[in-house]
């Protein structure tokens, strides 16, 4: 995590921005911490990591969990229900999201956050978002 990422989550973790994630960051995060550790600790490649898994799934119980754990921890959670799941369709539709990012907007939309941090340049298709690249 480079400088601008460590400057955003302490002012997260110090109350200088309310964070907020869903479901879906906390699954994509979750299972980027679990692929950089299978590669480092058992040098899967990464476009084999997926398999890997599958086919060693006592692995996991290797992984530490507590970087991430602590992570999550200084966000507030918003859940996904039955309006995010109608608006998410919008989403996919009028932006041409893929389905996660898609989902995520429509969290956001539907709770009146109008503010992203992502490098994830295909929020910037979404005209009502202010994009935060940290």
Known sequence: MGRPCR?????VQNEKYYGFIT?????????????????????AK???????????????????????????DIFNLLPIGKLEVKETL??????????????NAATM??????NIA???NDFGRVDWLNIWKP
């Open 46 to 72: 990464p476009s084999e990591i997926a398999s890997f898994i599958k086919g060693h799934p006592e692995v996991l119980g290797k992984i530490p969990l507590n970087r991430p754990k602590e992570l999550f």
């Open 7 to 11: 400057t955003f989550m302490q002012d």
């Open 23 to 43: 479901p879906i960051v906390i699954s994509e995060t979750l299972f980027n911490f679990i692929k950089a550790d299978i590669f480092r600790i058992y040098k």
């Open 109 to 114: 939309k539907v709770n009146g956050i109008t």
């Open 90 to 103: 919008e989403m996919v539709s009028k932006y041409a999201l893929l389905t996660n990012d898609a989902l």
């Open 118 to 120: 992502t490098n994830d």
